[in-house]
Every structure is written in C-alpha cells, then in structure tokens.
C-alpha cells in the first residue's frame, strides 16, 4: 500500500517549515495532512499505512498532498521508507539558512522550551544537533541519493527573507502547482520567545508527545498553533546571541571551522545558487 502523500517537507528546521504550511494550507490545489508534523516515518512507523492514510482529508482533486516534518532530512531510516512507500511522482522539500543563523535559531528554541539554560557556547557543545542539523551536505546527499537527485528540490531561507512572494513561487514550482499572487506571502509567523514557566512548558511538551504517540497529532497541532496559548506560555525572548562578541569561544571557533569546511560541501554539491553564507560569519 503506497502512502497518501505524494509530497513532503523534509527539513531542516528553524528553516521555515511553519511559514512553508502557512502558505500551502491556503493553496486550493494542495491538500495538507490534518497535522504539521506527523513524525510518522521517524518516530510512529509502527502505527501503520491505514494510520498514516486517515491523517490526511478525504481523496479529493488537489494537484499535490502531503505533509510538513522537517525531521525527516536527518534520519536516513525516514528517508528510506519514504523512498520506498511513497509514489514515484513525488517531491521532497528542503530548504537551507545559513548555517550561523539557524543554529542561534535552533538554540533560541531551546531556550524557550527550556531544555537549556546556559549561554550558547556551552550549548552548542551539550546539544550536539544545534550543529550537525547546520550541516547540511551529508543530510541533502543522502535524501538525493535515497529519494532521486530529480525529486528533490532545495530552497533557500535567505530568499524567503528577502523576497517572500518569490519564495512562494519556488515552492509552486517546486511542487508543479500554480503560483497565486493574492496568498499572504508577507505574513509573519509566531516569533522568538522565551517561556514564562520553563517547567510547565516541558511537562505540556511531554503531554504533547504522550498524545502523539496515542494517534491525536492533529490536536497537539491545534493547541500549538493557537496564539492565544503561545501568549500565555511565552514571553518576549532576550536578544540573540551576536557571534561577533563569541568568536574567540573555543566551542565557536570549532563551529565555524566546520561550517566553513562544510558550505565547499555544499557548494560543490549544489553549484553556485548556494548563498555566500561566510561572507556573513565574523573571521
């Protein structure tokens, strides 16, 4: 049995993911799962096709349907059963950021849901994934590999900063639907915070989980989404680390080592449409 989607959003994260489902929610010609972030090839395979299939609205006319977990670009055993459960006319997202950004990005997180609390060198030595999820040819060459180099396509943050209207047509072509020039492309999505309670937010994310994993993605979904809720639980968040002042951490100083080495990586992998991500980081 072939899955329902014959689309994905595979990673990375702190990349754009809830914008990305924010636009195609709205698209007429894409129908989307019940719930951002399913987790299903990752984390809940066990549940089965019949599971994964009433995830998603009833068979309709939609050109594209599928779902958005920008987890699934790090676990080669998701990006096995993808290739192997969904159709062959399928395409799979990625979309990259500057490697810099989205790891203060990701640690921003973290802080928020309060799974840490030092400075960000210090975190980015005991949360090793605020790195190896910034580096990214080993993930993209796997997910070509195991998927086809000519399903996959990549996106760049860096244009839905600056452009997000084009940002959105890439995804339309990407996904071969029409682009619709009257969709909210210029709407901002829930910023940066920091958690009023950082123990209460950590027990709802195990509440979320204990829910998942009993077959409700959809209503962690809701309860995530709502505005109402992130106002309650969260503050407004401190200032983002400026790596200028941190370059001569030892932790930093690694990272961007590693950076460097792997955006050659990248670049050789990708061709010159890669963004000059260093000319940005401090030297």
Known sequence: MKAPANFLYLGGDKCGSTWIHHILDKHPQVSLALAKELFFFDRFYAKGMDWYSNQFPPPGTTRRQGEICHDYLYSATALARIATDLPTDSVFLICLRDPVARSISHYRYLLKIGHVKGDFPTAIVTHPQIISHSLYSEHVTRARNLLGKERVKVLWFDQLQSDPAGF?????????????PHLPY???????????????????????????????????????????????????????????????????????SDFQKDFI???????????????????
């Open 186 to 256: 210029s709407d901002r999505i829930l910023d940066s915070a920091g958690a009023r309670s950082p123990l209460l937010v950590r027990n709802l994310r195990s509440t979320g989980w204990l829910v998942r994993r009993l077959g409700f993605p959809a209503l962690v979904s809701r309860v995530k989404d709502s505005r109402a809720m992130h106002k309650l639980l969260f503050k407004k968040a401190s200032s983002a680390p400026v790596l200028s002042d941190l370059a001569g951490e030892r932790s930093v100083m690694d990272m961007l």
């Open 168 to 180: 959105g047509s890439a995804i339309c072509e990407a996904l071969g639907i029409d682009y619709l």
């Open 265 to 283: 990586k990248i670049r050789d992998l990708l061709g010159p449409d890669v963004p000059d991500w260093p000319s940005k980081w401090p030297t």
